[in-house]
């Protein structure tokens, strides 16, 4: 069982930056890909990026790719989403979720992939 709490998100001007952090609790986060997702108002559920257990590995939507970056660490339970450069766009609730696979993008982007979500946190970017 991982349980995730997200926190970070915060209403920020447009071109700003966020830091998500997401931590886990469990002895067994390392063998957990990790997933953040985000959700706006009136939209479906997106996929935003994802990281292989071990950190070397990053998938990103087109949406947020040179502007967003994952990253984790191990030792202290917890993975990281660096948001810079804000587009009102970017507004919503945003999840992180633990996953026991590690695959192509194709099939990190869905959330049938992953185990355990987190509640979210918002994100609100003013124009």
């Known amino acids: 069982q991982v349980q995730l709490v997200e926190s970070g998100g915060r209403l920020v001007q447009a071109g700003g930056s966020l830091r998500l952090t997401c931590a886990a609790s469990?002895?067994?986060?390392?063998?957990?890909?990790m997933g953040w997702f985000r959700q706006a108002p009136g939209k479906e559920r997106e996929f935003v990026a994802a990281?292989?257990?071990?950190?070397?590995?990053?998938y990103y939507a087109d949406s947020v790719k040179g502007r967003f970056t994952a990253s984790r660490n191990n030792a202290k339970n917890t993975v990281y989403l660096q948001m810079n450069s804000l587009k009102p766009e970017d507004t919503a609730v945003y999840y992180c979720?633990?996953?026991?696979?590690?695959?192509?993008?194709?099939?990190?982007?869905?959330?049938?992939?992953?185990?355990?979500w987190g509640q979210g946190t918002q994100v609100t970017v003013s124009s």
């Open positions: 979720a633990a996953s026991r696979t590690w695959s192509t993008i194709a099939n990190m982007t869905k959330g049938a992939v992953y185990d355990y």
């Open positions: 990281i292989s257990r071990g950190g070397s590995n990053t």
């Open positions: 469990g002895r067994t986060f390392s063998s957990y890909a």
